[in-house]
Every structure is written in structure tokens, then in C-alpha cells.
């Protein structure tokens, strides 16, 4: 599916910045359900929007805080889905 939509402008305090606004039916199609952590990757004249599983939640966690690292390998995380 293709769908072509028009960057807009949204204020940010004092501040015009772009903003580019998703919404309708057609992310559920695509697997993409309110509540769900999703990444967004950004390159040169590229952005792209993956649902994340479990265990890729439990990867960025444990990155961003060694602590809960210790226990996710304590209770045999890594494998859960």
C-alpha cells in the first residue's frame, strides 16, 4: 500500500517544526494496534515505522538500564515472546 500525505507545521513553543500525522484503519490492517511500541528509524529521504515484539521491548529495556538486564537474564527473559 502506498499513500502519499502532505507534511504539515505544527507549533513547538515559539517554533514552526514539520509534523507528519498517520492515522486510520488501514494501520490495524498492517498489524499496528493502539498500545503498541513501535520504532521509528529515520535515514536521508527515508522514515520507517516497525511494530515491536516483545522481545525486541526487553532488548532497548535492558540497554537503556543495566539493572533490569541483570534480571531479565535472572529470569530467562531473552527467550520469552
Known amino acids: 500500500m502506498i499513500r502519499e500525505i502532505k507534511v ?3 507549533w513547538q513553543g515559539n517554533k514552526q517544526v514539520p509534523n507528519i500525522n498517520l492515522q486510520g484503519i488501514y ?3 498492517f498489524g499496528f494496534n493502539p498500545g503498541e511500541q513501535v ?3 529515520f535515514f536521508r529521504d527515508e522514515i520507517r515505522i516497525k ?4 522481545k525486541m521491548i526487553l532488548k532497548v529495556l535492558s540497554e537503556q ?3 533490569l538486564a541483570k534480571l ?5 527473559c ?3 515472546d
Request: proline share 4%; hydrophobic share 40%; with cysteine.
Open 51 to 54: 511494530r515491536m515484539n516483545a
Open 65 to 67: 538500564n543495566p539493572s
Open 8 to 10: 504539515c507545521a505544527k
Open 27 to 29: 494501520l490495524s490492517e
Open 39 to 41: 520504532r521509528v528509524e
Open 78 to 80: 531473552v527467550s520469552c
Open 72 to 76: 531479565i537474564a535472572e529470569f530467562d
